[in-house]
């Protein structure tokens, strides 16, 4: 059973790649006057458009400079869904016969350059490098065959971790879901193998964390289906890979980079909180 899903996981990675070319395109989401506008991103330059682009936004015909904005996280979720323990050389001894769930709050989604605060009632706050998906049409009992038809595209994420929270709450929605927490950005990207990428995690300018998606332990494939059964997943909901390796504690003053290949690198300050 376990080879037949990897065989099936294969061949979806090789269709995946075979027609993304046709389809890439970055988009993001930025604020201008005050006001918040989803865009598609050519050569430095943000053409704006009506709505989301796994919404069928268009052009409206107005363009800005991406310097000249400021960029916000690049999704605009109802439900956020991340995953424990999805890499191997994140746990200790054998995985789990299937995923661990679990749902934090979408106002815990801040972007690119925004400051991570970290509350003074926590002394042990970790980054998490990771890979995110973005759903791109309702979904519901989704085969894995199918799953990939589901997947708009691909961007970048922290899931900043209290881990004495962790220990000490009875569920992780706090340590795992404060605001703040979740850096999500710069870009949304279509087109990319989401089952081939290499995500690095950086805290200071030095390597932390370095793995690709294809080590997830359950790919995204399996966890749109997966989680379908149990929820519906509408467009714009997001789904986390998980993080992989030994986290470490980040503190006032630290800056962690997330860089998911094709999408860039998401960088962001932690200060601390009153």
Excluded at 6 to 21: D, E, R, Y
Excluded at 130 to 157: C, H, M, Q, W
Excluded at 173 to 201: D, W
């Amino acid at each position: 059973m376990k080879n037949r899903y990897i065989f099936k996981s294969l061949a979806l990675a090789l269709a995946v790649t075979a027609a993304s070319a046709a389809q890439a395109a970055d988009f993001v989401r930025y604020e201008q006057n005050g006001a918040i506008h989803w865009g598609e991103l050519v050569s430095g330059t943000i053409h704006q458009l009506t709505d989301a682009p796994y919404l069928g936004g268009s052009r409206t015909g107005q363009s800005v400079a991406e310097n000249s904005v400021t960029l916000k996280a690049p999704v605009d979720p109802n439900l956020v869904v991340m995953t424990a323990l999805n890499f191997r050389s994140h746990i200790r001894g054998e995985p789990a016969a299937y995923p661990g769930l679990f749902i934090v709050p979408a106002g815990s989604i801040i972007g690119p350059d925004e400051a991570i605060v970290i509350p003074t009632e926590t002394t042990n706050f970790h980054y998490e490098a990771e890979a995110l998906i973005v759903i791109g049409k309702r979904a519901d009992n989704v085969s894995i065959e199918d799953a990939p038809d589901y997947i708009f595209g691909v961007t970048a994420g922290n899931d900043g971790s209290a881990r004495d929270w962790q220990s000490a709450d009875l569920q992780w929605t706090r340590a795992k879901g404060s605001k703040t927490f979740n850096t999500v950005g710069p870009k949304l990207v279509t087109g990319l193998n989401h089952n081939n990428l290499q995500i690095t995690g950086r805290l200071n300018g030095e390597e932390r964390q370095s793995e690709n998606t294809s080590d997830m332990l359950y790919n995204f494939d399996y966890m749109v289906s997966y989680i379908s059964r149990y929820f519906t997943l509408e467009p714009g909901d997001v789904i986390w890979s998980g993080t992989m390796g030994t986290t470490r504690p980040m503190v006032a003053g630290d800056v962690y980079e997330v860089e998911v290949e094709g999408v860039g690198i998401l960088r962001n300050p932690a200060v601390q909180g009153d």
